[in-house]
C-alpha cells in the first residue's frame, strides 16, 4: 500500500504564476482533503473534495480551487500567487464519513 | 466555532523522562479527537484517536492521551521518552458529524541526552 503521494515534493514558483499540485490518496479511500501548514504553524484546512464535488471550504480566497477525478486523485489549484501563499501544502485522504485521515509528505511551495 | 489550544510551544525533556503536551479545545458539540506526529520535512502520523468508549487512548510508539470533557483537555502523555521522538505534535479536533480536522499550533518536543 503505497499510501498518499503527493506531487511535486517541493517547487519554486513567482508571483503572479499559477500552480497545480497533486495527490493520490491512499487505497480505497474516496474523500480528499487538502491543508495549508505556514512555517511555524499548524495546518489550516483549504478544502475537501467527494464524489468529485467540493464538499466543504475553509476560509481560503477563490484563487484556491481544487478538482477530484473519478479515480479519486485530486489537484489543487492556486492562481496569482502571493509571497504568502509559501507553505507546505498536506493532502489528506479518508474514506467516506470516518474522521481519521492519512496524511501525504506533502508538497513544499516557495513564492518568490 | 471550535479551536485547539496548545499550552506549550515548545518542550524540552531528557531522554527516559516522562512528558506530557497539553491541549486544550473549545467546542458547544461533541467531538473527535486525535494527535498527529510530524517529523522534519515530512507529513503528519496519527499518532491516536479517540472517537467514543473508554476515555484513555493508547496510541503508538509508547503514546498515551486521556479524554477530559469537563476540563475540554487531550493531553498527551509517554512514560519515558527517547531521543527518537523529537518532532512537533499537533492535536486536532473533529466537530461530531464533520469533516474538517482543527489543529493547533503545535508543540515542539525536544528529546536530550
Known amino acids: 500500500d503505497a499510501g498518499v503521494t503527493q506531487s511535486p515534493t517541493h517547487l519554486i514558483k513567482t508571483r503572479g504564476q499559477q500552480v497545480t499540485l497533486r495527490c493520490s490518496p491512499k487505497s480505497g479511500h474516496d474523500t480528499v482533503s487538502w491543508y495549508q501548514q505556514a512555517l511555524g504553524q499548524g495546518p489550516q484546512f483549504i478544502f475537501q473534495y467527494y464524489e468529485e464535488e467540493e464538499r466543504q471550504r475553509g476560509n481560503f480566497p477563490d484563487r484556491f480551487s481544487g478538482h477530484q477525478f473519478p479515480n479519486y486523485s485530486s489537484e489543487l489549484n492556486v492562481n496569482a500567487l502571493l509571497l504568502g501563499d509559501s507553505a507546505l501544502y498536506l493532502c489528506?485522504?479518508?474514506?467516506?464519513?470516518?474522521?481519521?485521515?492519512?496524511f501525504g509528505q506533502g508538497t513544499r511551495l516557495t513564492v518568490v | 466555532a471550535q479551536s485547539v489550544t496548545q499550552l506549550d510551544s515548545q518542550v524540552p525533556v531528557f531522554e527516559e523522562a516522562p512528558v506530557e503536551l497539553r491541549c486544550n479545545y473549545s467546542?458547544?458539540?461533541?467531538?473527535?479527537l486525535f494527535w498527529y506526529v510530524q517529523y522534519p520535512n515530512q507529513g503528519l502520523q496519527l499518532l491516536l484517536k479517540y472517537l467514543s468508549g473508554s476515555t484513555l487512548v493508547k496510541g503508538i510508539n509508547g503514546f498515551e492521551a486521556e479524554f477530559n470533557k469537563s476540563q475540554t483537555s487531550f493531553h498527551l502523555r509517554k512514560p519515558s521518552v527517547h531521543i527518537s521522538d523529537t518532532a512537533e505534535y499537533f492535536c486536532a479536533v473533529i466537530r461530531g458529524g464533520g469533516n474538517k480536522l482543527t489543529f493547533g499550533t503545535g508543540t515542539q518536543l525536544k528529546v536530550e541526552l
Open positions: 467546542s458547544s458539540v461533541s467531538v473527535y
Open positions: 489528506a485522504s479518508s474514506l467516506g464519513g470516518q474522521a481519521e485521515a492519512f
